[in-house]
Nanobody
Framework: QVQLVESGGGLVQAGGSLRLSCAAS????????MGWFRQAPGKERELVSA???????YYADSVKGRFTISRDNAKNTVYLQMNSLKPEDTAVYYC???????????????????WGKGTLVTVSS
């Protein structure tokens, strides 16, 4: 089983930056996909970004050009660098992982196999 632990959330002003980290432990899969979802009350769950272990990436249109996902396979860690933050980015951000190699269209609808507890990002105006 895979365990995921997020860190790096907090309160920032609009235009600021945060870097989220997600450390994975337990059984790992070389072809697995990892990603970041976010959700706020009254809003649908959104796949923000995802990265495969072959290094292909996906970004939601709302964050393209502002967020960057990366991974460190040696540390079993995935990062989300968030720049130029907007109040609309306020949400609980969840790290997730899937042992399969499905595409982003699948994960946007059905989520992934493993989930972290979430970390709150609040962007003030």
């Amino acid at each position: 089983q895979v365990q995921l632990v997020e860190s790096g959330g907090g309160l920032v002003q609009a235009g600021g930056s945060l870097r989220l980290s997600c450390a994975a432990s337990g059984r790992t899969f070389s072809s697995s996909t990892m990603g970041w979802f976010r959700q706020a009350p009254g809003k649908e769950r959104e796949l923000v970004s995802a990265i495969s272990w072959s290094d292909s990436t996906y970004y939601a249109d709302s964050v393209k050009g502002r967020f960057t996902i990366s991974r460190d396979n040696a540390k079993n860690t995935v990062y989300l660098q968030m720049n130029s933050l907007k109040p609309e980015d306020t949400a609980v951000y969840y790290c997730a992982a899937d042992r399969r190699g499905y595409g982003s269209s699948y994960y946007r609808t059905y989520g992934m196999d493993y989930w972290g507890k979430g970390t709150l990002v609040t962007v003030s105006s």
